[in-house]
């Protein structure tokens, strides 16, 4: 009897033939660059170093297109925003030490917002490892630790044979979800020494489905569907599952109003009569969500700013469907349902009857009118007529990426994203410099939208190398600098707390000169001016820079009460 895996494990004549006379001159970075092309890849992003020239060498023989930055964290994020805009395991060149080192903050945010990111590093050589203190270059003790508790899983390469299947196992793990950035660690000498083994062809490495039990969702469902006052909460995992479509169905099936957390932007249509659209951080919305007698959360963990800074309490029955175990509960008591967004909500949809709801777009429109009230009170115009002008300005389906900024703040509440998985910012872990080297990345990933970035002074002086980055490889962004001379929401911050605030300041930079010095055009605006400067230079292609010097304010918190 013949077994179907017995013809797969079969080779062809071709492939046996390229088996006993693989091509001359290849190398171990060789293997590298053939397994990444074999599970699909296309691009690269990364930073070149001593230890891992095995692996650049090797690009030069290879199929794959390259983005280098000009810092590693950098690299790091633009990788993070290419995984997020493709749905794929976008790979990560890394040197040893300083340069893999350099990286942690952006796999931090790539854990934190679930974006496939494939690192792979080099490592001292083989000669130096387990831990002693033989003085090579860029050594470390242990550094595969210094990833651990950073990304999803950590693969080790002691030799060349093991290469492909490492490397398929880390894509495997970075595309399972929840998705995530993944770690891979190549000594210097097996990276440069010539390899006789034959050239990686197809690999596999397809994730596995994280499936919902089917007892959690039948009474998932029947809970929604008896619902006096059904509502949702929609997080990162239904945009990175791409499941919006699917909840908006659920959401009209059962008439239940849905919030989008700050990383769920875009998981339902901002203007549906349904939608409270994203203001967490306000106390109307957090009073109407305690009030469900059913709240459903997908893809959400409920944690700091997606609770109002846990000052949200629910007194109803809640339903969490959430792909990260850790997530599952973490916060409050809930039906857990480990699995996939997309999946579970097919389900709940093949089984939740309809719920009729003539009220239920009235009380959302009484909660957003509540919401514009309190923010009106507040004398807030400049700032509510910059983010529209930024709205006007960008043509719908362009993705948008926000550093740490007042601006971005605002977004995350505020804004519209227009499309689902087009707007990003680095509120998962929090880090500065995300905004500019992100969406490089995603023009990298799609070059048929102009991409805009959006950083403040501080955060844009984390990024500026990158201004060479977007010039030499002709990345259509537009960044936007908020100039304040400072860290701003840091200057409230103390200010409040203290009554003044204290190493906020920044000296200022002409930002414009010092895009201009790149090669890249630049333009000073103002608000009355912004909308007409900042649509002007997205429909120009390439790169470019608009500064607009402001001071913006936040709107008051609601959860210090």
């Known amino acids: 009897m013949t077994h179907d895996h017995d013809l797969v494990l079969r080779p062809s004549a071709a492939q046996t033939e390229a088996a006993l006379d693989p091509p001359p001159g290849r190398n171990g970075g060789d ?10 890849a296309t691009t690269v992003f990364g930073l070149p170093g001593q230890h891992a020239l095995g692996m650049f060498d090797a690009l030069r023989r290879s199929s794959l297109r390259y983005i ?37 903050a952006a796999l931090q945010e790539a854990r934190a917002a679930s974006a496939p990111v494939l690192a792979i590093s ?4 083989t000669a130096g490892l387990g831990g002693g203190r033989r003085g090579y270059l860029h050594e470390l003790p242990d550094q595969q630790a210094s990833f651990r508790g950073v990304v999803k899983s950590v693969h080790t390469v ?20 929840p998705h995530g950035p993944v770690w891979v660690e190549i000594p210097q000498d097996v990276l440069l020494a010539e390899t006789s083994l034959p050239q990686v062809t197809a690999m596999d490495a397809t994730p596995e489905d994280l499936v919902p039990r089917p007892e959690l969702t039948a009474l998932a469902a029947h809970l929604l569907s008896s619902a006096a006052r059904p509502a949702i909460i929609a997080g990162g995992g239904v945009v990175r599952s791409d499941a919006s479509g699917k909840l908006k169905s659920l959401a009209e099936k ?18 549906h009569p349904l939608s409270l659209q994203s203001w967490l951080e306000d106390r109307h919305t957090t009073d109407f969500l305690e009030d469900a007698d059913v709240l459903l959360v997908v893809g959400s963990g409920l944690g700091e700013l997606s609770s109002n800074y846990h000052t949200f309490k629910p007194r109803g029955r809640v339903i969490q469907i959430e792909a990260d175990l850790g997530k599952l509960e973490s916060n ?3 039906l857990g349902i480990h699995a996939d967004a997309r999946l579970a909500l097919s ?40 983010l529209a002008s930024v709205r006007r300005a960008l043509p719908a389906g362009s993705p948008s990426f926000w550093d740490m900024t007042i601006l971005a703040y605002w977004a995350w509440s505020a804004f519209d994203p227009r499309g689902k998985n087009t707007m990003h910012s680095a509120q998962g872990a929090g880090g500065l410099g995300y905004g500019f080297p992100a969406a490089l990345g995603a023009a990298a990933a799609d070059p048929t939208h102009p991409v805009l970035a959006v950083s403040g002074d501080g955060g844009a002086l984390y990024s ?33 707390a203290f009554g003044q605030a204290t190493a906020t300041e920044l000296s200022r930079p002409d930002y414009v000169a010092l895009a201009e010095s790149f090669g890249v055009p630049g333009v000073l605006t103002a608000p009355g001016t912004l909308e007409e400067d900042l649509a002007k230079a997205l429909a120009t292609p390439g790169p470019s820079v608009v500064v607009l010097p402001a001071l913006l304010r936040m709107f008051a918190p609601t959860h210090l009460g």
């Open 31 to 40: 293997l590298v660059v053939e397994t990444l092309s074999g599970l699909g």
């Open 68 to 104: 280098g930055l000009r810092v590693e964290n950098n690299a790091g994020f633009a990788a993070d925003a290419y995984g997020r805009i493709t749905g794929e395991a976008a790979p990560l060149l890394l040197s040893t030490g300083p340069g893999a080192l350099t990286s942690l």
């Open 122 to 125: 080099s490592q001292v050589p």
């Open 158 to 177: 002691r030799t060349q044979s093991q290469i492909p299947s490492a490397i398929a196992a880390a894509w495997e793990s970075a595309l399972t979800v």
């Open 254 to 271: 059962l008439n239940a109003p849905v919030v989008t957390t700050f990383g769920g932007k875009g998981a339902f249509p901002w203007t």
């Open 332 to 334: 409050h008591p809930a």
């Open 347 to 386: 389900a709940l949809l093949e089984t939740v009857g309809e719920r009729p709801d003539p009220s239920a777009a009235g009380r959302v429109s009484t909660v957003l009118a509540r919401v514009a009230e309190r923010i009106a009170a507040q004398e807030l115009t400049l700032e509510q007529d910059v």
């Open 464 to 496: 500026i190398a990158e201004l060479a980055t977007a010039r030499q490889y002709g990345l259509n962004v537009t960044w936007l600098i908020v100039d304040d001379g400072g860290y701003g929401i840091l200057r409230e911050y103390m200010t409040d």
